[in-house]
């Protein structure tokens, strides 16, 4: 009984990590003031690169240094033709989402028969394994479920403090903001916004390559020839920038929540049957609805909050977000 | 010396068509490299690809057919986003409107389709598409100008919520599912009965769907809807500026919700076309048009005659990757994504500097 409990929550850990790394990577996009729909893309092309240079070098290290350099790549593709060439960041990110899932694919199937065998790769796999963190991982349920997971799990929980620090107690940070909310005053404050943009859309597109790169390994790290490993994470960490209403730290809880939902996809009949009283209904519910409630959820949120911010006229997203800057149209 | 981005006064149309035209060859040749590297040689890829199979097919009107599959779906979307994006409405739920058309018509199709004249049923399916998926349409419509509801992330999730009814009704076995065949255990889709399939005119061995010559005619009526009304002329005021519509006493509410169902409704019929024409329906009905759509309106600039002629070329494009990839292991149909990326990046990079020309500014200092 408990143990099923214990495992619920493990799982729920699991599989809300890959949305941290991407809702970090996207709050900072959009937090410059971009709106970047390239989130699937760009982890997918994370996802490949990192796992394939990880799998070569046998090395966690590598692969996320890959994953990262590979994702802000093409983070630097959206910031060229965004910022530099002005085009349509709608068009931009539904592009690159396009482009990406595409390479992953060109570049998955291309190998063919040479797909490396990840079992064989013992550093990495050592690498993900589980770590137990002295003490806390000791505390009953509590401890195996979140005390007790591969590095990339502790590294997202990091990041998410990090950027949650870095927003709200450096300078850089406010700059950041700055030119998110309303970039003619930043650049009238001598903010090079070009570079502020570019740098920190490269770094959070980069973090979604990590996120990718962990749904790649989690997946057992073989290569899926019909469906993309990122599989609309991407889709759902957009909609979990407005659920964390542009807070990381609100992320760390809301990828909870959009876990919570996918981990019940799986788990409704192991928790339907040890607790046949208080949770034998979910056997009944249909794994769609489970699938879908995320999408669900964030529809909801997306509208009770524009109703409310209609009415107190206040909302954290960022005023200038979606919206190019051309300094002579300023 | 140092470099500076000024707007340009005026496009020639010369510079445009040759900037396009260097976009694509670009395009070509990036896509080249990415064959070359798996060692497949692009010269006869490229062939086989855009001649889609026809030389040396026994069966060429077969390919015709196949082409014009993809054509008529992809052709009514891309028309109806344009709508929407005519108005700066970022309508990117064509995949969820398409869906959730494809479900009506299939409804009606499934109740109405053996006690019903053969036309009767037909534009019965196309009528419930029009407007379940109109509604979608209009409620995100609604959502934006009542709260200025983000429209792009409403029919994002749209599109997915719709995906999992579809997969739900596809995968659930019950009594009430009559979307299922009944004399089979595993979950599968019915067919239509017989006058719920789309019919077409029979030349030779080829046979011309009806569907095509209403997409051709919708194209038509889009064209003069935009050009020569006065709701056209409301749709271009709203999109150039809202306060502009405003100021003239439009009433933006009115203009924006009529746009948008209508942009839904049409993407719905193209759902329902799809349903009648396969005489099915499947959890992949939508063929990532939805996704398509936005760059096939987006490459043509939102000029309808433009999107007819680029709607076509990508039709050929992935009907010819399809065909193409028969022949070669290593590539799949996803090559035909990978093009549409490095063209639509091609093409945004051409309108750039159809708009903006880069110009040297002489000293350090005089900025």
Redesign the interface.
Known sequence: MIEVLTLFLFNIVIYSIPLLYATCGEIIVEKSGSLNLGVEGTMAVGAVFGFLAGCRADSLPVALLVSFAASALVGAIFCIFTISLQANQNVTGLTITTIGVAVYFFVGNGLGANWPVYRDCTRLVAGVSDLNIPLLSKIPVIGKAFFSHNILVYLAVIIAVLVWVYFEKTSFGLRLRAIGENPGAADSLGVNIVLYKYLHIMAGSGIMGIGGLYMGLNMGGTFEGSNCWINGYGWIAIALVIFANWSTMHAILGTFVFGFFNTLRIYNMPLATTFPKTMGWLSSVPAQVFSALPFIVTLLVLVISSIKSRKSGRSNAPTAIGVNYYREDR | MRLKI??RKETRIVNVILLYVIGIAVSFVLGGI?LS??GINPVVYYRDMLTIGLIGNYYPAKSIEGLLKLFVPLLITSLALSLAFKMKF?N?GGEGEFITGAIFASWVAFKLGDSMPRIVVILLMCIAAFISAGLIGFITAH?KV?????E???T???N??ML??I??IG??KADWNFFLRTDSERPVFARFPENAVMQGITIGNFKLLYSVLASIAIAVIVYFYLKRTKQGYEIAVVGDSVNTARYAGMNVYKITVRTIFLSAALIGLAGAFAAATSGTISTDITNNVG?TG??VA?LSRLSVPVIGVVSLLISVLQYGCQAASASY????H??A??M???F??SI??A??FS??KIVRTGGKNDD
């Open positions: 000024i707007r990415f590297s798996l970022w990117i959502l009542k709260f200025n509801t983000n792009t992330l409403v994002l999730m749209l997915y919520i999992y009814v997969k739900y995968e659930t996704w936005v760059i987006w292991s290593q590539i799949d996803n090559f994504d990978l549409q990326g490095l639509m990046f945004l990079a309108g750039f708009h903006f």
